[in-house]
């Protein structure tokens, strides 16, 4: 089990319901043994929830459940990585959201999409949160 402590709940929803848990899916593949992923679940601090997988052995547990497990969102992750790293091999850099259009994580069996901006880090021009100056 990978269990990860956050203070707040509504971005961990959000990543659990659009498959960008990102961070849990690679704790997961880091802990994989046999050919099996490790189950995933945040424990939210601020109320005491728990936010799993969905199938796993906390889902009975959990405040709520989300839509898809971490090993399928690393394997999107995975794919999402090869094409980007095709696109720079082939001279292309893509900055989702920097032009200003509105992206939204989604998933899907050919790649992962992560929305930015993240709110984390100080590159905000990198990312598109703030425009170059």
Known sequence: MVIDLKWGKRTQVEKLETGSAVQLAAYAAMRKTEGRS???AYFILQNQQLLSEPGGRLAGDARMQGTYV?????SAVVEALVRRRD?????????????????RSSFSPGGLAVAPPCKYCGFNVLCGREGAR
């Open 38 to 40: 490790a189950e995933t």
């Open 70 to 74: 971490a090993s399928d969102t690393w």
């Open 87 to 103: 696109a720079v091999s082939r001279g292309m850099l893509e900055a989702p959201g920097a032009a200003g259009d509105e992206v």
